[in-house]
Protein backbone atom coordinates (compact mmCIF):
# COMPACT_ATOMS: atom_id res chain seq x y z
CA UNK A 1 0.00 0.00 0.00
CA UNK A 2 1.50 3.40 -0.96
CA UNK A 3 2.07 5.94 1.50
CA UNK A 4 -0.47 8.51 0.15
CA UNK A 5 -3.27 6.01 0.38
CA UNK A 6 -2.26 5.44 4.18
CA UNK A 7 -1.80 9.19 4.54
CA UNK A 8 -5.58 9.46 3.30
CA UNK A 9 -6.50 6.73 5.51
CA UNK A 10 -5.22 8.73 8.64
CA UNK A 11 -5.90 12.22 7.52
CA UNK A 12 -9.73 11.57 6.35
CA UNK A 13 -11.37 11.02 10.11
CA UNK A 14 -9.12 13.87 11.23
CA UNK A 15 -10.25 16.05 8.67
CA UNK A 16 -13.85 14.57 9.71
CA UNK A 17 -13.43 15.04 13.51
CA UNK A 18 -12.55 19.15 12.77
CA UNK A 19 -15.29 19.48 10.41
CA UNK A 20 -17.99 18.25 13.59
CA UNK A 21 -16.34 20.16 15.57
CA UNK A 22 -17.05 23.29 13.61
CA UNK A 23 -20.19 22.63 12.49
CA UNK A 24 -21.16 22.09 16.53
CA UNK A 25 -19.69 25.30 17.16
CA UNK A 26 -21.73 27.00 14.91
CA UNK A 27 -24.86 25.22 15.99
CA UNK A 28 -24.42 25.92 19.04
CA UNK A 29 -22.99 29.70 18.94
CA UNK A 30 -25.69 31.30 20.61
CA UNK A 31 -25.66 28.90 23.62
CA UNK A 32 -22.10 28.83 23.51
CA UNK A 33 -22.22 32.62 23.94
CA UNK A 34 -25.01 32.35 26.81
CA UNK A 35 -22.72 30.44 28.68
CA UNK A 36 -19.76 32.73 27.86
CA UNK A 37 -21.36 35.72 29.98
CA UNK A 38 -20.19 38.13 27.12
CA UNK A 39 -23.48 40.26 25.69
CA UNK A 40 -24.57 39.88 22.06
CA UNK A 41 -24.12 44.04 21.80
CA UNK A 42 -20.46 43.31 23.47
CA UNK A 43 -19.61 40.85 20.50
CA UNK A 44 -21.42 42.53 17.81
CA UNK A 45 -19.02 45.68 18.87
CA UNK A 46 -16.16 43.51 18.51
CA UNK A 47 -17.02 42.04 14.80
CA UNK A 48 -18.33 45.60 14.31
CA UNK A 49 -21.21 44.21 12.91
CA UNK A 50 -24.87 46.05 13.26
CA UNK A 51 -27.32 44.22 16.20
CA UNK A 52 -29.89 42.86 13.46
CA UNK A 53 -27.06 41.99 11.18
CA UNK A 54 -25.77 40.03 14.65
CA UNK A 55 -28.92 38.68 15.80
CA UNK A 56 -29.71 37.18 11.84
CA UNK A 57 -26.71 35.56 11.31
CA UNK A 58 -26.68 34.04 15.04
CA UNK A 59 -30.29 32.85 14.73
CA UNK A 60 -29.76 31.24 11.48
CA UNK A 61 -26.32 30.01 12.39
CA UNK A 62 -24.75 31.83 9.45
CA UNK A 63 -21.86 33.60 10.84
CA UNK A 64 -18.60 32.94 7.92
CA UNK A 65 -15.93 31.27 9.14
CA UNK A 66 -13.82 34.14 10.06
CA UNK A 67 -16.64 35.15 12.50
CA UNK A 68 -16.57 32.25 14.27
CA UNK A 69 -12.67 32.54 14.69
CA UNK A 70 -12.75 35.64 16.04
CA UNK A 71 -15.94 35.08 18.34
CA UNK A 72 -14.22 31.92 19.95
CA UNK A 73 -10.74 34.19 20.08
CA UNK A 74 -13.28 36.47 22.36
CA UNK A 75 -14.94 33.88 24.49
CA UNK A 76 -10.89 32.55 25.04
CA UNK A 77 -9.78 36.29 26.47
CA UNK A 78 -10.27 36.83 29.93
CA UNK A 79 -9.06 40.18 29.34
CA UNK A 80 -11.96 41.53 26.95
CA UNK A 81 -14.53 39.85 29.59
CA UNK A 82 -12.18 41.84 32.08
CA UNK A 83 -12.74 44.79 30.19
CA UNK A 84 -16.23 44.48 29.51
CA UNK A 85 -16.97 44.29 33.26
CA UNK A 86 -15.02 47.73 33.66
CA UNK A 87 -17.16 49.49 31.56
CA UNK A 88 -20.25 48.22 31.89
CA UNK A 89 -19.66 49.68 35.11
CA UNK A 90 -18.48 52.55 35.14
CA UNK A 91 -21.44 53.75 32.84
CA UNK A 92 -23.56 52.39 35.62
CA UNK A 93 -22.09 55.58 37.39
CA UNK A 94 -22.13 57.95 34.87
CA UNK A 95 -24.31 60.89 36.64
CA UNK A 96 -24.30 58.67 40.06
CA UNK A 97 -22.91 60.07 43.24
CA UNK A 98 -19.23 60.80 43.54
CA UNK A 99 -16.60 61.99 46.17
CA UNK A 100 -13.78 64.22 45.58
CA UNK A 101 -10.17 63.55 46.47
CA UNK A 102 -9.99 65.75 49.13
CA UNK A 103 -13.06 64.38 50.97
CA UNK A 104 -12.11 60.91 50.05
CA UNK A 105 -9.05 61.49 52.26
CA UNK A 106 -10.61 63.23 54.63
CA UNK A 107 -13.27 60.74 55.40
CA UNK A 108 -10.47 57.85 55.22
CA UNK A 109 -7.71 59.49 57.32
CA UNK A 110 -5.03 58.92 54.62
CA UNK A 111 -2.15 61.19 55.01
CA UNK A 112 -0.95 60.81 51.76
CA UNK A 113 -1.53 58.78 48.45
CA UNK A 114 0.71 56.52 47.16
CA UNK A 115 0.60 55.65 43.44
Avoid: H, W
Amino acid sequence: MSTIIKEKRVLKPVLQEIIEDYTQIVNNIGGIIKESGYKSNFIAKKLRMPMSTFYLKKRTKSFTLDEVTQIVGMLDDDDDMENEYLIELAESRIGGETISLADMIETFSVNECRY
